[in-house]
């Protein structure tokens, strides 16, 4: 039997602790009290506390909910800065944000705040194709997360392959698009606010 369990290296386990320590310091500003959120995860205290004290196995989830509860930019919990949406931000997987550090996506898990607003996701499903993206630009901001398979993501003429976990965000009003980039059907969530 494979064992497909995160190994992460020395690096990869300071920016969990990191990110740990960007939920703890938010959700203590805030005066929000761990069991409080934790009840609205629906986790005992008990786990909760843990993704605080390691930053390790943070579900989604328990990120979208508390940057909504607090208003604070999701991408600035994950990396610590807040992206300049004139350019892109990739997050990569290992980064904090792995595949497997996010079971169990549902579409009110991926619900992202933008100027004031929540925005509910699409799941955009791409077939393998030969045929270059179809560049498109529209107002606000986008974020994807790619949830299987492998996705090149054309920005402003360069391209980024993102892969299971990896997410990205980015000002839309700048020409991009999306195609898969494997050999097997490529799944993401795209969240637009406009």
Not at 39 to 60: A, H, M
């Amino acid at each position: 039997m494979i064992d497909n369990t995160p190994n992460p290296n020395a690096q990869e386990i300071e920016e969990l602790h990191q990110l740990g320590e960007r939920i703890r310091g938010l959700r203590e500003a805030c005066e929000i009290p761990a069991e409080e959120i934790a009840s609205e995860l629906g986790i005992t205290p008990e786990v909760y506390r843990g993704y605080e004290e390691t930053g390790f196995d943070v579900p989604v989830s328990a990120i979208y909910h508390l940057a909504r509860r607090t208003g604070v930019d999701l991408n600035e919990i994950l990396t610590g800065g807040t992206a300049k949406l004139d350019t892109i931000q990739v997050v990569r997987a290992g980064a904090g944000q792995t595949a497997e550090r996010f079971p169990g996506y549902h579409y009110q898990d991926m619900a992202w705040r933008f100027t004031g607003k929540i925005m509910q996701p699409m799941l955009v499903k791409l077939d393998p194709s030969e045929a270059p993206a179809d560049l498109v630009t529209h107002n606000g901001q986008e974020f994807n997360l790619v949830l299987s398979g492998a996705m090149t993501l054309t920005f402003d003429d360069k391209e980024f392959v993102l892969e299971t976990g990896d997410c990205a965000y980015f000002d839309p009003t700048h020409p991009h698009g999306q195609k898969c980039a494997s050999n097997v059907p490529t799944a993401f969530v795209s969240v637009i606010a406009e």
